[in-house]
């Protein structure tokens, strides 16, 4: 018998129609109550942590999320987190880094459309995401609309449609097809997982515009110990504006730059063009490749709060943790 422990923190899959718009209003046992058709020899407890539109979900509500598949860990053979859509792959990001290698699936789902609505893919979302939870498939994902995404590589690239979710620079782990989980990739795990409790949130995303100066960096810079840049193309900054200059001072301050892309496919490639080449070269810029900006964000959290030295904090955030970003 698998046991798998079914946390519910809100969204759209749990929400309802207030008057005012959709809120969450329906309990983890109410979904599970709506859902129906759990496979035989899978047994499903529920617990509501969070009732949030995902909008509302801050760092704390991932160490609260992290914190409790800790507590239960020894108790269940695998976890469903119900989760709004549209924060979930920055959630997802969080845990994988928070229950770092976790030999039991970890799964985040949510839907487009609630539960209780006639057309949903709530009730799908969720018995595939009970589905994978009760598999063989270690560490942290996002079951949606029959994928298996790496909880590292999601992103949501569709505001409306039932295939919302998109794995970014790397494949699919799996699908879910006829009722079965159809694996591609097995993704490396510990034997046991490594639970961190703290993250230092003082992380910003700057995103670029053409025109751009150098204030708004500052101001960020002045509030933040990370500042993750998503620039243009494969990458670099504008070379008037005094940006080369900001970015000197506060690496001498101890500040962390980080350059990464508007662009969803493909990553960066700092060396390529004279606008990035001295930023890596001369600055000691860090350099995002093929992670997703969620990924890095999270990723510098979870790093900051480890350590303020800049060697290490370079090292660890070049080590690919859940295949993250490719080895180099
Ligand atoms: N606003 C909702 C949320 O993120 C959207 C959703 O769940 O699909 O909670």
């Not at 942290?140 to 590589?153: A, Y």
């Not at 900051?304 to 904090?313: D, N």
């Amino acid at each position: 018998m698998k046991r798998i422990l079914l946390i519910g923190t809100g969204g759209t899959i749990a929400s309802e129609e207030t008057g005012d718009g959709l809120a969450p209003g329906i309990s983890a046992s109410g979904l599970l109550s709506r859902v129906g058709g759990i496979e035989r020899g899978v047994r499903v407890e529920s617990l509501e942590l969070l009732a949030l539109d995902s909008t509302n979900i801050t760092p704390d509500h991932w160490l609260m999320i992290s914190g409790c598949v800790k507590e239960n860990y020894d108790r269940y053979d695998g976890f469903v987190i119900t989760h709004g859509t549209d924060t979930l792959a920055y959630t997802a990001a969080a845990l994988s880094y928070l229950a770092k290698g976790s030999p039991k699936p970890i799964v985040l789902t949510g839907a487009q459309r609630p539960i209780g609505f006639d057309s949903t893919d709530s009730k799908e979302n969720l018995r595939d995401a009970i589905l994978c939870a009760s598999s063989d498939m270690p560490g942290v994902s996002i079951v949606f609309d029959h994928k298996i995404i790496l909880g590292t590589r999601a992103k949501k690239t569709r505001s409306k449609s039932f295939s919302a979710f998109e794995s970014i620079n790397y494949p699919e782990l799996g699908a879910i097809r006829d009722g079965a989980v159809v694996r591609f990739i097995r993704q490396e795990c510990g034997r046991t997982p490594e639970f961190s409790d703290f993250l230092n949130t003082r992380v910003a995303l700057l995103k670029l515009i053409p025109g751009i100066g150098r204030d708004v960096l500052d101001f960020l810079f002045e509030r933040n110990d990370a500042v993750v840049i998503e620039s243009f193309g494969v990458g670099g900054l504008p070379e008037a504006g005094g940006f080369f200059e900001s970015i000197r001072e506060w690496k001498d301050r101890g500040r962390v730059a980080v350059l990464t892309t508007q662009v969803e496919n493909e990553g960066s490639d700092l060396g390529v063009y004279h606008v990035g080449n001295r930023l890596k070269r001369e600055l000691g810029v860090l350099e995002a490749y093929d992670m997703t900006t969620e990924a890095v964000i999270a990723k510098l959290m979870w790093i900051l709060a480890k350590t303020g030295v800049a060697s290490q904090i370079e090292r660890m955030f070049y080590m690919p943790v859940a295949m993250d970003m490719f080895p180099r």
